[in-house]
């Protein structure tokens, strides 16, 4: 029925080793209805992932394929890798009905919400960036120099705070968590997502 | 010190027999920070009910002398009796950073929207009028014209709808909880309530 509401866009961004993934892990049990989206990388895979559950793996000519059909909403390059997300199926999830959740660096993120102004923008900030700079090295997936190129997109990032309508600090994870899930929540309950449908019903009886 | 970021005002409204106090009494808990400012009233003390707990009870003249030294936030007149918020208890907490959560009818919860236009104005709804009406009348403490008046109010709440920020739906009340639990926890992580000693925190590092 067309008086059924459009799915919300949600998107969250934060500098890697910030904890975005732990956080949604976390996070999505508690949340229904919500579709994650996965994003095309051209990104070496590390041990343990899989191709269309982390990432979808493609090489740098497939990636460029989907450029060209304009099959990706938002792409980025970030030290030196293609990362995308693929448009269709966010499209339909929302015109469904679906909230989306996607998980975006900063250029993709700003790209989505130039496409799509009605997306709500999170962002998961560090406690500060000596705690970051702690958990990349303690995460041992990246050399020295990735880990300076990290902590200096950070840097830029944080930067940017004000771009987004809500800052999540992830400074105890279990709050992160609860903050995360409660801006969920609490956007599901806006007035101005109720549809038509909604409205008729609240005042049918009346 | 200045830098420190206001109270965020709440104000809460829904109908008689909707569950406003027992959504609110089982949030409390999870809320920390949250000043709930105490109404002044004319009504009739109720079984169990204490001078400076649920209500600070006053009669008539008492009243109206505080409505003449301007010592309320907003007042109405409901079913014979008078309601009113005491403004300097509202104003000393939002001052010192703490957030405040107000229950008002629906002319009140204007007045103050009104006066605050900052206020988040989050509206509890009935999963139906019928529903209402069993609740109103399971609790037993009305007589069948107050109910009917009640239930008139209610109609005339709910067409307000689309003036307030957030519509909580008690049909659960868990769920319930959780939503209105949510929305206080996701507008404190709102970026626009990022004080400026919050943001310097954030950028002292870069």
């Keep these: 029925m067309s008086a059924k509401r459009s799915g919300i866009l949600f998107v969250m961004t934060g500098a890697s080793g ?11 049990p508690d949340l229904d209805n919500l579709f994650f989206s996965i994003s095309a990388t051209t990104r070496a895979r590390r041990p343990g992932e899989v191709h269309g559950k982390q990432y979808f793996f493609y090489d740098k000519a497939a990636f460029e394929a989907l450029l060209r059909e304009d099959a990706l909403l938002e792409y980025a390059e970030y030290v030196g890798d293609y990362y995308g997300t693929p448009a269709a199926p966010v499209h339909e999830a929302l015109a ?10 900063l250029v993709g993120a700003r790209e989505v919400k130039r496409r799509l102004p009605e997306a ?13 700079e702690r958990r990349l090295r303690g995460r ?7 880990i300076q190129k990290r902590l200096a997109r950070a840097r830029e990032e944080i930067r940017a705070v004000k771009e987004f309508d809500y800052v999540v600090v992830n400074d105890t994870l279990s709050t992160a968590v609860r903050d995360f899930c409660s801006i969920i929540h609490a ?3 806006r ?12 005042l049918r009886e009346l």
Excluded: C, W, Y
């Excluded at 910030?18 to 999505?28: N, P, S």
């Excluded at 999170?122 to 000596?130: H, K, T």
């Design 18 to 28: 910030v904890g975005k993934d732990t956080i949604r892990q976390a996070a999505l």
């Design 96 to 105: 469904s009905g679906q909230d989306v959740l996607l998980e975006l660096e």
């Design 120 to 132: 709500i923008m999170i962002f998961i900030a560090p406690p500060s960036l000596s705690e970051l």
């Design 140 to 146: 041992g997936t990246d050399s020295e120099s990735r």
């Design 187 to 189: 956007e599901r309950a």
């Design 191 to 202: 007035t101005k997502h109720l549809s038509a449908r909604d409205i008729a019903n609240f």
